[in-house]
């Protein structure tokens, strides 16, 4: 079973940065892409960042230009680079991995920006 582990959330204010890390337990070769997801309390899990097993990337168009995804094949790592972070970016943000057969997640951590 493949497990991925979020760590790097907390609480930071407005116009902050925060970088999520998603740690994965086998290589991350095997993942036709890797993403994050937040979900806000009351709403709907969306597709923040993701990135392809080639290096295409695609982003929510509310984060366009202040969060950057990469991958670090080598340590099995994804990483959300947050930048000019906003209130309404407070969110569990979780860590996705889809292969041709399966789509995994992890448990989430939480982001909170204050304003």
């Known amino acids: 079973q493949v497990q991925l582990v979020e760590s790097g959330g907390g609480l930071v204010q407005a116009g902050g940065s925060l970088r999520l890390s998603c740690a994965a337990s086998?290589?991350?070769?095997?993942?036709?892409?890797m993403g994050w997801y937040r979900q806000a309390p009351g709403k709907q899990r969306d597709l923040v960042a993701a990135?392809?097993?080639?290096?295409?990337?695609n982003y929510a168009d509310s984060v366009k230009g202040r969060f950057t995804i990469s991958r670090d094949n080598a340590k099995n790592t994804v990483y959300l680079q947050m930048s000019s972070l906003k209130p309404e970016d407070t969110a569990l943000y979780y860590c996705?991995?889809?292969?041709?057969?399966?789509?995994?997640w992890g448990q989430g951590t939480q982001v909170t920006v204050s304003s």
């Open positions: 996705n991995a889809k292969s041709l057969r399966n789509d995994y």
């Open positions: 086998q290589s991350i070769f095997s993942f036709n892409v």
């Open positions: 990135v392809t097993s080639g290096g295409s990337t």
